[in-house]
């Protein structure tokens, strides 16, 4: 009996040996090897606006590096000298959406600074399914980082602080904002086609001032709890991903059978979105 069981163990860490053997190449071909993704990355474009533009493309830094670097290049921008500064979080490959960064420099007047923080370069799921860590801890360094140096200065120079993420962006800035020493001093918040959000949040037909709060915020966080919007389209299936699937195949089915192609659509179908800005009564630009 011990020899069967000695046997059973030996084969079981051999075989949790190879998946993870087979799991570090694909992700070593996803994030930095011939399968790596390499998307147009918008704020390495210069605005049309006044409208500043940062991109910290740091992935494989320790995430604590990453920020510090990408803050300081904020900094030396005159970023903080903006009445309000957008930190959008990036898809697993480091996509931001165009269409989403020129909005809200167009709604601010060019009078906003927009900052992103790459982590990887693999597509956003591989990095939900093999590395859902490296979303999270890049999006709580970034805010953290950048909350801290608003803290150093005068309240009344302080630009506003609006944090935007998409999908995978949206999931890890939500887990960034459980921290309440980064959410103290977010004004708005914005999510859009957050994995498992379906059943949190309402669909928005057009970019829209005026979406309902619906993300509840850290306790003590009022003011960005009336200052949050979550945006789902009724046909995301990235939004219905959740373990709950796994105890519906059915559903399991058809939510991953529409998966491919779904952010090749139109905007407002599927996995893509439209514009959205800060609810009214939350940010002034110039202000």
Known sequence: MTRVVARVTLYAVIAYALVGALGSALWWALDSGPLAADPRLV???????????????????????????????????????????????????????????????????????????????APSAAVYSL???????SAHAILAEITSRLRALPHDDRPRLVVHGLSLGAQAG??????????????????????????????????SAAAA?????????????????????????VAELGRDLLRNPVRALRVLSALPGSDSADPGIGHRYRPVLPPSGCVSPGL
């Open 174 to 207: 939500v887990a960034a904002l459980r921290d309440p020493a980064v959410a103290g001093l977010v004004d708005v918040a914005l999510w859009q086609g957050r994995p498992g959000s379906a059943t949190m949040a309402t669909a928005s037909a057009a970019p």
């Open 43 to 121: 704020l390495n474009d210069r605005a049309a606006s006044s409208a500043i533009r940062v991109y910290g493309d740091h992935p494989g830094l320790d995430p604590g590096h990453a920020a510090r670097l990408t803050t300081d290049a904020l900094v030396g921008a005159g970023g903080f000298d903006r009445s309000v500064l957008l930190v959008t979080i990036p898809t697993g490959s480091g996509w931001v959406d165009p269409a989403q960064v020129t909005a809200i420099e167009d709604w601010s007047g060019g009078d906003v600074a927009t900052v992103a923080m790459r982590y990887s370069s």
């Open 213 to 237: 709060p619906s993300a509840a915020p850290p306790a003590g966080s009022e003011p960005l709890a009336r200052c949050t919007v979550s945006e789902v389209n009724p046909d995301d299936p």
């Open 131 to 137: 590395r859902p860590e490296l979303a999270a801890d």
